[in-house]
T-cell receptor, first 116, second 114 residues
Framework: GAVVSQHPSRVICKSGTSVKIECRSL??????MFWYRQFPKQSLMLMAT?????????EQGVEKDKFLINHASLTLSTLTVTSAHPEDSSFYIC????????????FGAGSRLTVL | QQQVKQSPQSLIVQKGGISIINCAYE??????FPWYQQFPGKGPALLIA?????SEKKEGRFTISFNKSAKQFSLHIMDSQPGDSATYFC?????????????FGKGTMLLVSP
């Protein structure tokens, strides 16, 4: 089945530094990937839609300059949290439809970001 | 804002019991209703899904009941086991412009006691 791999699974960084999270589709191509953010005991909030070869589409209220998304290939999307602050600490999860236009998404295992 | 309302927020069920989680939606354009299971520190995994032209779908111990007129659907976990303890999210989606997005409920934390 379709597998989405995320790396790193956990990262701790100092306030003011930038952190990059990678999301790879291992056995399928994903022209579109989705980045979610999840706070403890809360639901998943869509942050942005990552489109291969074009600019990402950000949800209302998500700072595009803070959360940089690059989707340079059909199997890799990256989320860079720039100048991270403690309030950016969260669980970030990427996902992709296993086939183009599929109604379901395959999720990665998530990346836990802790900003000190 | 399209919404999917999920209840209860948390649920404790004894081993062997039936766990029931309910969801309601507003947008009649939704045409696919998946349920996701998430264990702590992991990403959600698709559990079971249903389309509105079917009133019930069963996969093993998991059953979705769908009431189109009431715009409600529910997940039933029969013979609940401690390994079922997780957070469950209902979701709704529709196909549009070549890709799909999901609207999630707020989740239900299920604890199955031994």
């Amino acid at each position: 089945g379709a597998v989405v791999s995320q790396h790193p699974s956990r990262v701790i960084c100092k306030s003011g530094t930038s952190v990059k999270i990678e999301c790879r589709s291992l056995d399928f191509q994903a022209t579109t990937m989705f980045w979610y953010r999840q706070f403890p005991k809360q639901s998943l909030m869509l942050m942005a839609t990552s489109n291969e070869g074009s600019k990402a589409t950000y949800e209302q209220g998500v700072e595009k300059d803070k959360f940089l998304i690059n989707h340079a290939s059909l199997t890799l999307s990256t989320l860079t949290v720039t100048s991270a602050h403690p309030e950016d600490s969260s669980f970030y999860i990427c996902s992709a439809p296993p086939t183009p236009g599929a109604n379901v998404l395959t999720f990665g295992a998530g990346s836990r970001l802790t900003v000190l | 804002q399209q919404q999917v309302k999920q209840s209860p927020q948390s649920l404790i069920v004894q081993k062997g019991g039936i766990s029931i989680i309910n969801c309601a939606y507003e947008n009649t354009a939704f045409d696919y209703f998946p349920w996701y299971q998430q264990f702590p520190g992991k990403g959600p995994a698709l559990l079971i899904a249903i389309r509105p032209d079917v009133s019930e779908k069963k996969e093993g111990r998991f059953t979705i009941s769908f009431n189109k007129s009431a715009k409600q659907f529910s997940l039933h976990i029969m013979d609940s086991q401690p390994g079922d303890s997780a957070t469950y999210f209902c979701a709704a989606t529709y196909s549009n412009s070549g890709y799909s997005t999901l609207t999630f409920g707020k989740g239900t934390m299920l604890l199955v006691s031994p």
